[in-house]
């Protein structure tokens, strides 16, 4: 398996106390406009909060495809010949912030969120026209929307999403983050108070920031490895035709 994906799913898993603080409160307002019966009856409310979050990661697929896709042809018009060398230089940067970010040791990485809020502001009136929401297929429009809220630790991971090296590396990327969020927005009010507890403690937040910085660096030599090995293997290649050619 891709190892940015596994650093994906790990850095959407523990990015609890965030989901907790921004989509626990939007679920919230979702739930809260549902009748009553269905409402109190966990069954009967389940597909309505799955579609909703069928559709938030829906979001963070489309614009990581987007902006997948953006990244390679910039890293490649910056540079044909070493444009992948900087995909994962900055690569690399992204994930040692976002384990900063995590381990609390540099709060303000989360600033980047502002670069949304222009966008944010001309979609959040439909986002609040769809409530009170009154079926699943409904809850996943709502979710479709709301999946654009700004948010920093998304705008992080869309920013590594950039340096994937195609729009459907960028797509699989935030799948893998937001299929990271589902088991605290999915359980909250079941385990959100064990959750929240767990996620406070700081050397359990040092080991998740220092295990996203640790496979930033393996990632980035085992990438650096991978295109030294292709290059060998091509000027091998070169060399061999020049010997064999008449």
Known sequence: MDISLVSA????LFSTLHCLGMCGGIIGALTFSLPAEIRNDRWRLFPYISAYNLGRISSYTLVGAIVGGLGDNLFNFISPEYGHLFLQGFAAIIMVGIGLYL???????AEIEKLGQPLWRKLEPLGQKLLPVRSPPHAFLFGLIWGWLPCGLVYSALLWSATTGSATH???????????????VMTAGIVTGWL????????????????????ALV?????L????????GEHSSHQHETMVSP
């Open 103 to 109: 381990a609390g040791w540099f709060p303000r990485f």
């Open 219 to 223: 990632s980035l030599y085992i990438n």
């Open 196 to 215: 929240m507890r767990l996620t406070r403690l700081p050397h359990l937040k040092a080991v998740v920031g220092l295990s996203i910085i640790a496979l």
């Open 9 to 12: 799913f790990i850095v959407g």
């Open 170 to 184: 960028g797509a699989m990327f935030m799948l893998a983050f937001g299929a990271g969020t589902l088991p605290t």
């Open 225 to 232: 490895q991978h295109s030294g090995n292709m290059e060998h």
